[in-house]
């Protein structure tokens, strides 16, 4: 399982997303290659699950992937309750 965490430009919201979700793959005992990329970065790439920003929705109408939303993207608890049920589905599957 392949996650892109994404942000505008530069790295800095799409890196601290990404050590959340090696967190919470940590607690749920679950494996997934999780890349940090910039919306420029993102275009022409493969994910199996996208976690961006609320305000990028927009930019990912296209994708195949399936794609978490984040409105406030320190709130480990909003990233936690989104991505979980996301996690099970995927390895359900």
Not at 8 to 23: H, P, W
């Amino acid at each position: 399982m392949k996650i892109a965490t994404l942000c505008g430009m530069g790295f800095g919201t799409s890196m601290m997303l990404k050590l959340f979700i090696l967190e919470i793959l940590k607690d749920l005992n679950m494996k997934a290659e999780v890349v940090p990329w910039d919306l420029g970065t993102f275009k022409g790439q493969q994910a199996d699950i996208i976690v961006a920003p609320m305000d990028m929705e927009m930019h990912l109408r296209s994708t195949s992937a399936k794609v978490v939303l984040i409105r406030n993207l320190v709130d480990k608890q909003e990233l936690r309750s989104k991505l979980v049920p996301v996690l099970e589905a995927y390895q359900g599957s």
